[in-house]
């Protein structure tokens, strides 16, 4: 064997990172280049980590934890508010490699729930904390609290108001609610992994939690298929498992593309619920598809950034 060969490395594998900023019914003019860098810095973080040789864990944590620190987007920082005012978070990650998971739910005053996720991944034999146990867990592991003014944005306050004024009930409008952000990606050693966090729907119930945290249907990741992560109605998401649904359809032979159209097609039919998804394959091969008005989405392959956020537009990029 040749000594300065890294049996870990796969010379075949070229690292992959897409990452989503959430389903929109539709994003504002003056939003849209905020929303659009905040996507594609978060894919080139995720993408310098896997091309210095970080896996898979480690590029969907880093990309999701920059879109949790920005605040156009709603997980972390920016998240919506419950019908109390407050903020309460959920997230997910999973390393495809042995089919490890973590997930956190109704988590408060943290400032990054998807590395919490992470140490539930890890420093547990759980898969799943929530609320008080969560907030019990992040303390023993050193994770710091914020006040919880600092994940509380002005915009979210107005959206609040103006959703209590015009229902007066937490809205199960399919195409107002689907904000979320995520993360797939493949490393240099073919490992997949995914991560997804948000902070719900404007208005919900205290204690609500949709399908972020929940494996299956906020995301799934498994070495011999690929990894998804997805966004959109999480109610409709949770009763098709959307995300393992999509990842059967890959395993039966369907294209990215296919798979990720039959899932949506489905859910959209049997529920009229709208979303999206982001898949990586074990091939390296990637995908973005959605069913709502758009999805700010980046993509970072081959040295090049792929980015959109309507449907009909893409623009490709050298990375630095």
């Known amino acids: ?49 896997l091309t210095e040789g970080g896996s898979a864990v480690d ?14 987007f709603n997980a972390g920082c920016g998240s919506v508010l419950n019908a109390n005012g407050d903020v309460e978070m959920d997230a997910s990650i999973m390393n495809g490699k042995d089919l490890s998971a973590g997930a956190v739910s109704a988590v408060r005053c943290i400032a990054n729930p998807i590395k919490l996720a992470r140490l539930v991944m890890e420093k547990t034999t759980h898969c799943f ?34 959703e209590k004024h015009e229902k007066g009930a937490p809205n199960s409008d399919c195409q107002k609610n689907l904000g979320t952000v995520g993360a797939v990606a493949l490393d240099c050693k073919g490992n997949v992994a995914y991560a997804t966090s948000t902070g719900g729907i404007v208005n919900k119930m205290v204690g609500r939690v949709g399908d972020t945290p929940c ?31 999509t990842l059967f359809q890959v395993e039966q032979g369907k294209t990215l593309e296919e798979a990720a159209d039959m899932s949506l097609g489905y859910m959209k039919s049997k529920l009229k619920g709208l979303g999206g998804v982001i898949l990586v394959s074990k091939a390296g091969d990637w995908a973005v598809r959605w069913t709502s008005a758009s999805m700010p989405w980046a993509a970072a392959k081959d040295g090049k950034l792929h980015s959109g956020i309507d449907l009909e537009e893409t623009s490709v990029t050298d990375l630095p």
């Open 215 to 245: 494996i299956g249907s906020g995301g799934y990741a498994d070495n011999d298929i690929g990894a998804i992560s997805t966004t959109g109605h999480g109610e409709s998401i949770l009763k098709v498992n959307l995300a393992r649904l």
């Open 59 to 72: 590029a969907v944590e880093g990309a999701v934890t920059i879109l949790e620190d920005h605040p156009e």
């Open 129 to 162: 904390l929530t609320d008080q146990g969560a907030a019990k867990f992040a303390a023993a592991m050193g994770v710091p609290t914020i006040p919880k003014e600092q994940l509380v944005t002005e915009r979210n306050i107005k959206r609040l108001e103006k």
């Open 1 to 49: 064997m040749n000594p300065d060969v890294n049996p870990d490395v796969n010379p075949d594998v070229n690292p992959v990172i897409v990452v989503h900023g959430g389903g929109a019914s539709k994003i504002s003019k003056d939003r849209k280049e905020r929303v659009r860098q905040g996507i594609m810095k978060a894919a080139q973080a995720g993408y310098k980590i």
